[in-house]
């Protein structure tokens, strides 16, 4: 890949400029773009425009810049997380429906916990996850699951830190977190009470490929004092139906999801 005279390659230019956006920042300027990605001004509007010109980028009436739906159709199409999130999809609805509180979906990536999906209602918990956003492995009641079933090696770079506390009840000694992911895999869930807001209780159970192997979590957030018995049993029924509905489907998807999150 060519470089530029600073030395980057286009491909870590083109991951700088996509990076700037973010679930908060959905439009900027180009200016702004090539401020946030540490490009010159002149390089900066160049290869945004180029961008523009294949899709990847957009640009609205006032000349902002927003992420183009070109690069979401590619992103998504061929996607194992996609696939993953279908098969999910049904059982997800109707823990939504049961419980009435917000329900994630979400896989390991690049040591945390990436949102692929959330059902909302009106009159949930309060909930900081968004899809496609992301939450760390020592905090959230579905990274600790995530965490507690990861390769060892993972375990023991998240354990060397740094680890974030969110708020008072997050887990940051290394020594108390290897007992919270032994206590996960003993029970077979994971519990976050006030780990992420002092308001809410996490609660994750793993979702399993028809191999076995976790290949994300399932989680409800409800309220911080709230019984956990009933949003337990859901979690626990929807993660063996979304294990069927990942073997029904064609192409062993088991398969492809644990690899896509190796
Ligand atoms: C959790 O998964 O532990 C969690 C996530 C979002 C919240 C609260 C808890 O807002």
Request: proline content about 5%; hydrophobic content about 45%.
């Amino acid at each position: 890949m060519a470089n530029s005279p600073s030395g980057d390659s286009v491909t870590e230019r083109l991951l700088r400029v996509l990076e700037t956006f973010t679930p908060t920042r959905t439009v900027q300027s180009a200016s702004e773009i090539g401020r946030r990605a540490h490009l010159p001004s002149s390089t900066a509007h160049r290869f945004i425009g180029e961008l523009v010109e294949t899709g990847l980028l957009e640009r609205d009436e006032d000349h902002r810049i927003r992420v183009g739906m070109r690069l979401w159709e590619l992103a998504t199409r061929s996607s194992a997380a996609l696939r993953l999130r279908q098969a999910a999809m049904p059982a997800m609805e109707r823990v939504q429906a049961r419980i009435g509180e917000h329900t994630q979906l979400a896989i390991l990536e690049q040591g945390e916990a990436l949102f692929l999906e959330r059902l909302s209602s009106p009159d949930a918990t309060s909930n900081v996850t968004r899809i496609a956003g992301r939450l760390p492995l020592n905090a959230s009641s579905s990274g600790l699951v995530l965490l507690a079933y990861a390769p060892a090696e993972l375990q023991e770079r998240v354990m060397a830190g740094p680890l974030v506390a969110l708020t008072r009840a997050t887990i940051v000694e290394p020594a108390a977190l290897r007992r919270k992911l032994a206590e996960v895999r003993r029970l077979g869930h994971a519990l976050a009470p006030g780990f992420i807001e002092e308001v809410a209780t996490g609660l994750a159970v793993p979702v399993r490929d028809p191999s076995g192997a976790v290949v994300a979590a399932l989680s409800v957030v409800i309220a911080r004092d709230a019984a956990v018995d009933a949003p337990l049993a859901a979690l626990h029924r929807a993660a063996r139906d979304i294990r069927v509905a990942l073997e029904s489907r064609a192409g062993g998807m088991g398969r492809v999801a644990a690899s896509a999150l190796a």
